[in-house]
């Protein structure tokens, strides 16, 4: 078990600004659009000159590979279980994209041991000290470890369409996650928003309920329209902002990073041990 020390360099690196923000894309009710916003996110985010890292937590059933048209050799699952090199599992687009696959067309559930979490651990380490952002896109039947995870990385992006069930949905994963960390960041985003429709409206009424319930605050980063372009990119396998830049989900796309990358993260943190800390508490919590 890693030591104290390395809480503390972990942490003095955290407030140097030296390690990444780490990022799960969630929602309540599953299909309202997290894999492709964290794939066009990615690309918003690397538009501004960051590098960016997503993880497939959809272990089994990823589709992030599918999104970028790439066919990797090694998914995440093989680096935990199969003792594949880190190096061999990281895939880098033409884009200049890193990401690690889910894998796809497994279904059976995994089940993880305590050296598959050490090597989560120690994979973390390293992507910590080598990107600006780790997008976690977190998949649809959330197992046990992923919730965990969920509850380890600094930030959360809550994606939600504006239907009520939706909505209320968001609401329950929210409150979930706040029980178990009442420090983290909360973003949001409404996605495929018709014409018509407040933007924000929806993303404003669980605002309103996390202050009014929880009294926890969070922050809108905006809203994705409802937009054939996705459709014609998930075909294409390519991200709608490279394939349509000029189309207004694109533009909306890059203010949301904009956004983003201008919001204050540091103050959730800088109390708090981090990612790495956390997930080693829920490590050894779990498995005393
Ligand atoms: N803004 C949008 N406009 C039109 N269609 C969209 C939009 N966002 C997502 N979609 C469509 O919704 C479908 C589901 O999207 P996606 O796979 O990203 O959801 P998900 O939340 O990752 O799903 P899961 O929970 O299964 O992982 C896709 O087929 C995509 O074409
Ligand atoms: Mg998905």
Redo the contacts with the bound molecule.
């Keep these: 078990m890693r030591d104290q020390a390395e809480t503390l360099r972990l942490k003095m690196l955290k407030s140097q600004g030296e390690l990444s923000r780490s990022i799960a894309i969630v929602?309540g009710k599953?299909?309202?659009?997290?894999?492709?916003?964290?794939t066009n996110f990615a690309h918003a985010l690397l538009a501004q000159g960051k590098t960016v890292m997503i993880v497939d937590m959809?272990i089994g059933m990823g589709?992030i590979h599918i999104?970028l048209g790439m066919a990797p050799r090694y998914s995440l699952k093989d680096y935990l279980v199969s003792n594949e090199e880190l190096h061999e599992v990281i895939n880098e687009t033409s884009e200049g994209l890193h990401f690690i696959s889910g894998g796809s067309g497994l279904d059976n559930v995994l089940e993880w041991s305590k050296e598959m979490f050490e090597r989560l651990i120690q994979a973390f380490e390293y992507l910590q000290q080598k990107y600006d952002f780790i997008l976690f896109?977190?998949?649809?039947g959330a197992t046990q470890r992923s919730i965990e995870l969920i509850v380890a990385v600094d930030e959360i992006i809550v994606?939600s369409t504006t239907e009520p069930t939706s909505i209320t949905d968001a609401y329950s994963m929210m409150k979930f996650i706040y029980l178990q960390d009442s420090d983290k960041t909360f973003h949001m985003v409404s996605?495929?928003v018709s014409k018509g429709e407040e933007g924000n409206e929806a993303v404003k009424r669980l605002q309103y309920a996390m202050q009014k319930f929880l009294d926890k605050e969070t922050k809108i980063l905006g809203f994705?329209?409802?937009?054939?372009t996705?459709?014609k990119a998930?075909i294409a396998q390519k991200p709608f902002l490279l394939l349509f830049p000029n189309a207004p989900?694109s533009k909306r796309m890059m203010s949301i990073a904009e956004t983003f990358v201008g919001a204050n993260s540091s103050e959730g943190f800088k109390q708090g041990e981090g990612f790495l800390g956390k997930l080693r508490n829920i490590f050894t919590k779990g498995r005393g």
Excluded: T
């Design positions: 929602s599953g299909g309202v659009g997290k894999s492709n916003f964290s959809d589709n999104l896109d977190m998949g649809a994606i996605n495929r994705l329209p409802e937009d054939p996705v459709h998930v989900i």
